[in-house]
């Protein structure tokens, strides 16, 4: 069965750090992997996607992901934390269908 | 982008009257768009998918004859919450597929900015 876990109900991460935010996946075949982000009193954005190809995905704001595929994760990445990167982050995978991780909220601190 | 509007950004109703979301499509065509039920815990619940010109397909444990799905144009698919109850309370968010210059949708999505309806 497919399934999407993001392991991480909250993450905190000082301004101009380094953060991370996980993801692994359990799917049958050659897995799609979306990251998306919710703004507070927005809707969701898409951030990047995984099909094929170069293992490190590069998308919107400076967010990056790696395809791990040993590992099943796609997890998320920025070299250097923005307090405006904070946010609820949503990994997904396609299998048969869209499912949905449960969400990671981000919290960056001045 | 690809812009996707809905329609009441919030709404509060009597427990036993229907409510009408609107989800529109401003600058691209969505043959097929979603709908979702977030909880306050961040959860994000398909409840069905809509194809334009046919029937919703609603997921395991969504009642169909409650939450009623119409897409009758490439642009535009609504849910109504029939009689609808203090449980029914959430925030309701519509997305679109987007096939991109490929016409292969490969699962990303443009999404609404969500309903919040209250039910009291």
């Known amino acids: 069965a497919q399934s999407v876990a993001q392991p991480e109900d909250q993450v905190n991460v000082a301004e101009g750090n380094p953060l991370t935010v996980k993801c692994t996946y359990s799917?049958?075949?050659?897995?799609?992997l979306f990251w998306y982000v919710q703004y507070p009193n927005r809707g969701l954005q898409f951030l990047l996607k995984y099909i094929t190809g170069d293992n490190l995905v590069k998308g919107s704001y400076g967010f990056e992901a790696e395809f791990n595929k040993s590992q099943t994760s796609f997890h998320l990445k920025k070299p250097s934390a923005l307090v405006s990167d904070s946010a609820l982050y949503f990994c997904a995978v396609r299998g048969e269908k869209l499912i949905w991780g449960a969400g990671t909220k981000l919290i960056i601190k001045p | 982008g690809a812009v996707v509007s809905q329609h009441p950004s919030r709404v509060i109703c009597k427990s036993g009257t229907s409510v009408k979301i609107e989800c529109r499509s401003l600058d691209f065509q969505a043959t097929t768009m979603f709908w979702y039920r977030q909880f306050p815990k961040q959860s994000l619940m398909l409840m069905a998918t809509s194809n334009e010109g046919s029937k919703a397909t609603y997921e395991q444990g969504v009642e169909k004859d409650k939450f009623l799905i119409n897409h009758a144009s490439l642009t535009l698919s609504t849910l109504t919450v029939t009689s609808a109850h203090p449980e029914d309370s959430s925030f309701y968010i519509c997305s679109a597929a987007d096939s991109g210059t490929s016409g292969v949708y490969e699962g990303e999505q443009y999404f609404g900015p969500g309903t919040r309806l209250t039910v009291t």
């Open positions: 799917v049958s075949g050659n897995p799609y």
